[in-house]
């Protein structure tokens, strides 16, 4: 069944300077594009807006002089056949766009052709499914809850009700402009004075459990209690708690759900200040946190399947939270994958939420490749009609979404960023002579053998020139190339490290929209160093026939989750520990 719709995933407009304001009218809607500076305005669709032949337009204002009234023009943007990025120009104005096609098959095993629409990142099929992780929170009044959620999806604020009694209500799902993958529905706990939460959380839980649709059930749920001080007379358990996990709970049964002990750097300080010797805090702490915290909850809940974590999310004393993460991820994947081998939109949201554990993104772009593209890079068949930029272009898409920055200009989806990543994989072939040329930049005595520009710079000076000019193979048919799967290999470990590099670097500053400096930074240090030329290298001793497509997707796996993954990232962000990467201005790709 077919469908005049087609879906738009992002909108640019190159103007002059005087222009001040730019909404995207999409019928009688209107949505407004995010001004980037020197009259460009963009704006990247996480869920792309479906619509009709001739509903798109662009509305501009410009400033005037002698306080006349602004000046607002109307550009009606005609949509060619087919999907990609499409431009046009009007009067002094130049707009460029990317549609596709709606609806494409969503047979996870199908390939379209050239002829049929183009191709859809797999990824989108799984959003469409599941926008959001939906998780439910629940802890008394100063719990920690905001910290907590903070900490995990890369927040400067989730919205948690700031913590203060009866702000909190738990039908509300709350969604962070920042991170807007999961939405977040916070409870009360069952302290004093809150009988009735109780049967509010009971109610909601088993409502949702209800819902038709998988996008609207709770996918998890985290009961967050404090650390209790014995000293200070503090109990673990209020009341309510005591009831609820007390009794045979078929609320929670079948639901992915985690009893976070929070707080846990309050218990160190407390140990420390009574003049325990600080060697010894962890062991003692452990020991505290097993007699006062895990056996009671064990008690109550006898033979429910319920985890438990302690955590803290004080930024002098992080602990816990990668666990957190494993463990939630871990639950989830097991309730809401019904078939081996396939990949359910319900992990995946939960992969791409997180913002604290890097090995979670990179197996959940594993399981998104196997499903369609990364099988079919053995075969140009899978792959008629289109070129080398467009098979790269939609692996790009899928791994980028699973990672899951807060990207709001969208420089991770940018020309540049995938011209960069392209002449990087192109070098896995040097000896083919299709490798770039670098500018002629000063070396860091640091890098490895290749030219690359000293990071601690004003500006960061990247090591390819712009544009593809030497990587003429990316505009080829597929089909006419042979042994394209080393490009594919290094192009998909590649942008991989990088993203991993990137995500280190923001670390807690998840909230933070990406720069281009940022980015720049992490695409360099990866470039300059042996751990590139480490995966390159086996890539070209990495023998196998064109029908091999499972052992290349092995020897991928191998390459992105190598033991030493972790100590190669340390490495290569120490490199770059003097820039100064909180200044808050962004620079050019390019100068």
Known sequence: MTSSSRQLSYIELRGEKDIECVNLVVGDVRHSISPQGGGTFSRRFDERLSFEIDQLSLEARRRTRFFRTPETKVYPIEVQSGSGKQAIKRDKVDITFEVSSQPVSTDPGSLPTATSGGLKPTTEDLIEQCPRFRILVVGKTGAGKSSLIDRVFGTDTAGVANDQPGKAQIGNGLISSQNDRFILHDSQGFEPGEGRNYDIVKSFIEAKKKEPHIKDQLHAVWFCFPVPIIDHGERLLEEGAETFFGEP??????????????KYDKLVTHMLGKGHPEADIEAEAEQYLQRHCVEPIQR?????????????SKPSRLRGLDELTNLTYDRVSKSFTSQPNTISPVPFAAAGAQRV?????????????KQRYWRALASSANFRGFTMLDCLGVIHADIISVWNFHDPSGYLSSEEFRNLMVNMAAEVDASTGSSPA?????????????PVPLMA???????????????RWVNESYQRLQNMHPKFMAYIVDLTHVLNI????????????????????????????SWMEEVHESIRQFKCTITDHDEIIEKIEKLVLKTDREAHVTSVVKEISSVDLHLEQDEEWYT
């Open 249 to 262: 709970n078929e609320a929670v049964r079948n639901i992915p759900t985690v009893v976070v002990f929070t």
């Open 300 to 312: 109550f809940l006898k033979d429910q399947d319920i985890l438990h974590v302690a955590v803290s």
């Open 357 to 369: 554990e890097p090995k979670v993104k990179i197996e959940s772009s594993i399981n998104v490749g």
């Open 438 to 450: 670098t500018t002629n930049l000063a070396r860091s005595g640091t890098f490895s053998g290749r």
């Open 457 to 471: 710079a004003t500006i960061v000076i990247l090591p390819f020139v712009a544009g593809l000019a030497f990587v």
């Open 502 to 529: 990137l995500f280190a670097l923001k670390g807690s500053e998840g909230g933070k929209k990406l720069t281009r400096r940022e980015i720049k930074l992490a695409f360099n240090a990866y470039y300059g160093s």
